[in-house]
Protein backbone atom coordinates (compact mmCIF):
# COMPACT_ATOMS: atom_id res chain seq x y z
CA UNK A 1 0.00 0.00 0.00
CA UNK A 2 1.61 3.59 -0.98
CA UNK A 3 -0.01 6.65 0.33
CA UNK A 4 0.78 10.09 -1.26
CA UNK A 5 -0.17 13.14 0.86
CA UNK A 6 -0.85 16.59 -1.17
CA UNK A 7 -2.15 20.13 -0.84
CA UNK A 8 -0.69 21.67 1.80
CA UNK A 9 1.08 24.76 1.75
CA UNK A 10 1.13 28.81 3.46
CA UNK A 11 -2.07 29.91 4.69
CA UNK A 12 -3.04 33.00 6.70
CA UNK A 13 -4.85 32.24 10.08
CA UNK A 14 -8.74 31.84 9.38
CA UNK A 15 -8.11 30.71 5.45
CA UNK A 16 -8.53 27.28 4.35
CA UNK A 17 -6.79 24.79 2.71
CA UNK A 18 -8.05 21.03 1.30
CA UNK A 19 -5.44 17.99 1.15
CA UNK A 20 -5.55 14.81 -0.59
CA UNK A 21 -4.45 11.82 0.40
CA UNK A 22 -4.20 8.84 -2.63
CA UNK A 23 -3.91 5.44 -2.01
CA UNK A 24 -2.56 2.99 -4.55
CA UNK A 25 -3.85 -0.05 -4.96
CA UNK A 26 -7.33 -1.70 -5.14
CA UNK A 27 -7.58 -2.29 -1.39
CA UNK A 28 -8.82 1.77 -0.71
CA UNK A 29 -12.39 0.66 -0.04
CA UNK A 30 -11.31 -1.76 2.42
CA UNK A 31 -9.49 0.15 4.56
CA UNK A 32 -9.67 2.57 7.49
CA UNK A 33 -8.20 5.65 7.01
CA UNK A 34 -7.47 8.60 9.13
CA UNK A 35 -5.09 12.13 8.73
CA UNK A 36 -2.71 12.72 11.64
CA UNK A 37 0.37 15.53 12.36
CA UNK A 38 3.14 16.48 13.78
CA UNK A 39 4.01 19.82 14.67
CA UNK A 40 7.75 20.68 15.79
CA UNK A 41 8.50 18.94 19.43
CA UNK A 42 5.38 18.12 19.85
CA UNK A 43 4.28 14.24 19.09
CA UNK A 44 1.87 12.99 16.06
CA UNK A 45 -1.53 13.42 17.06
CA UNK A 46 -4.68 12.04 15.21
CA UNK A 47 -6.32 14.74 13.33
CA UNK A 48 -9.36 13.03 11.69
CA UNK A 49 -10.56 9.45 10.74
CA UNK A 50 -12.80 7.96 8.13
CA UNK A 51 -13.77 4.13 8.55
CA UNK A 52 -14.39 2.26 5.53
CA UNK A 53 -17.76 2.62 5.98
CA UNK A 54 -17.81 6.83 5.87
CA UNK A 55 -17.87 7.01 9.83
CA UNK A 56 -15.90 9.87 10.95
CA UNK A 57 -13.95 10.79 14.15
CA UNK A 58 -12.04 13.92 15.07
CA UNK A 59 -9.37 15.53 17.55
CA UNK A 60 -11.13 17.92 19.77
CA UNK A 61 -8.98 20.65 18.66
CA UNK A 62 -9.88 20.76 15.30
CA UNK A 63 -13.51 19.89 15.94
CA UNK A 64 -16.07 22.04 14.01
CA UNK A 65 -13.49 23.65 11.71
CA UNK A 66 -11.84 20.26 9.78
CA UNK A 67 -14.10 17.78 7.46
CA UNK A 68 -12.79 14.33 6.20
CA UNK A 69 -14.18 12.85 3.21
CA UNK A 70 -12.75 9.95 0.69
CA UNK A 71 -14.25 9.32 -2.48
CA UNK A 72 -15.04 5.88 -3.75
CA UNK A 73 -12.02 5.38 -6.05
CA UNK A 74 -8.86 5.99 -3.82
CA UNK A 75 -8.60 9.58 -2.28
CA UNK A 76 -9.17 10.93 0.94
CA UNK A 77 -9.65 14.45 1.55
CA UNK A 78 -9.29 16.78 4.34
CA UNK A 79 -11.09 20.34 4.09
CA UNK A 80 -9.35 22.49 6.75
CA UNK A 81 -11.29 25.74 7.32
CA UNK A 82 -10.50 28.41 9.73
CA UNK A 83 -6.94 27.93 10.24
CA UNK A 84 -5.05 28.47 13.37
CA UNK A 85 -0.94 29.13 14.26
CA UNK A 86 -1.26 25.99 16.51
CA UNK A 87 -2.60 24.13 13.01
CA UNK A 88 0.81 24.19 11.32
CA UNK A 89 2.08 20.90 11.37
CA UNK A 90 3.30 18.23 8.94
CA UNK A 91 0.22 16.35 8.16
CA UNK A 92 0.34 12.08 7.04
CA UNK A 93 -2.06 10.05 5.53
CA UNK A 94 -2.25 6.38 7.49
CA UNK A 95 -4.71 3.48 6.20
CA UNK A 96 -5.24 0.85 8.71
CA UNK A 97 -6.06 -2.77 6.43
CA UNK A 98 -5.83 -6.41 7.60
CA UNK A 99 -4.72 -5.36 10.85
CA UNK A 100 -1.51 -3.53 9.45
CA UNK A 101 -0.98 0.23 9.36
CA UNK A 102 0.82 2.03 6.45
CA UNK A 103 1.93 5.52 6.39
CA UNK A 104 2.47 8.24 3.60
CA UNK A 105 5.05 10.90 3.64
CA UNK A 106 3.81 14.25 5.18
CA UNK A 107 2.68 17.32 3.52
CA UNK A 108 3.55 20.30 5.73
CA UNK A 109 1.01 23.14 6.44
CA UNK A 110 1.93 26.54 7.57
CA UNK A 111 -0.35 29.31 9.07
CA UNK A 112 0.93 32.12 9.38
CA UNK A 113 0.33 36.05 8.54
Known amino acids: VQLQASGGGLVQPGGSLRLSCAAS????????MAWYRQAPGKQRELVAA??????TNYGDSVKGRFTASRDIKNTMYLQMNSLKPEDTAVYYC?????????WGKGTLVTVSS
Open 50 to 55: ITRGGD
Open 94 to 102: NAKLYGMGY
Open 25 to 32: GRIFSDAD
